[in-house]
């Protein structure tokens, strides 16, 4: 059964850091492209960073760049975010979920795709 399991969300203040990790279970997770998502309340689920299966590309939204970093250990089936600069406008439910799909040097910057999701952990960023 595929597990993907989300850590390291809190509270922190503007410009501060954090690092949060998904853990993943189940699945041959070498092979598959993961990414990070974010929903605020009342709004829908955005892309925030997706990172190929070999690690080697990485993609980001734009109100990120710069300030977030996706990485992955393989050999430890898990996936990061360093999340640095943080704004209020980073507060959000963070999601990790795996798109099988993706092609070598590909991952989805939609929703579409991605079946399975963590549960979520909260990041709030307060000024």
């Known amino acids: 059964q595929v597990q993907l399991v989300e850590s390291g969300g809190g509270l922190v203040q503007a410009g501060g850091s954090l690092r949060l990790s998904c853990a993943a279970s189940?699945?041959?997770?070498?092979?598959?492209?993961l990414g990070w998502f974010r929903q605020a309340p009342g709004k829908e689920r955005e892309f925030v960073a997706c990172i190929t299966w070999s690690g080697f590309n990485s993609y980001y939204a734009d109100s990120v760049k710069g300030r977030f970093t996706i990485s992955r250990d393989n050999a430890k089936n898990t996936m990061y975010l360093q999340m640095n600069s943080l704004k209020t406008e980073d507060t959000a439910v963070y999601y990790c979920?795996?798109?099988?799909?993706?092609?070598?040097?590909?991952?989805?910057?939609?929703?579409?795709?991605?079946?399975?999701w963590g549960q979520g952990t909260q990041v709030t960023v307060s000024s």
């Open positions: 979920g795996r798109d099988p799909l993706a092609g070598a040097s590909a991952c989805g910057r939609s929703t579409h795709g991605y079946d399975y």
């Open positions: 189940g699945h041959t997770f070498s092979s598959i492209a």
